[in-house]
Nanobody, 117 residues
Framework: VQLQAYGGGLVQAGPFLRLSCAAS??????LGWFRQAPGKEREFVAC????????LYADSVKGRFTISRDNAKNTLYLQMNSLKPEDTAVYYC?????????????WGQGTLVTVSS
């Protein structure tokens, strides 16, 4: 599967932003979002099963971010509300399930989100 994340940008703290990830190839899989801030390790954000019926979130984004997917459009989404400066990172979409990067086998190239205070 090939994945391409987009929709990042520069926003002020508070408003919302929605990221998208276009998938092609074998898309009958769980998908997830990770992020990597400058100088830090890549960390889990959220993941969703193919049916959309089960999701998992990192504690740091729970209640603020929502992961969803439109299988007819082969697109994964991450709705990010109440953004904080600490949400600044490059956001990656990937194929897999769980909180560990080792459980994902295909990665998009990432989109940068910068949240100013």
């Amino acid at each position: 599967v090939q994945l391409q994340a987009y929709g990042g940008g520069l926003v002020q703290a508070g408003p919302f932003l929605r990221l998208s990830c276009a998938a092609s190839g074998q898309t009958f899989s769980s998908l997830g979002w990770f992020r990597q801030a400058p100088g830090k390790e890549r960390e889990f954000v959220a993941c969703i099963v193919y049916s959309g019926g089960n999701t998992l979130y990192a504690d740091s984004v729970k209640g603020r971010f929502t992961i969803s997917r439109d299988n007819a459009k082969n697109t994964l989404y991450l709705q990010m509300n109440s953004l904080k400066p600490e949400d600044t990172a490059v956001y990656y979409c990937a194929r897999g399930w769980g909180q560990s990067t080792s459980r994902y086998d295909s990665w998009g190239q990432g989109t940068l989100v910068t949240v100013s205070s």
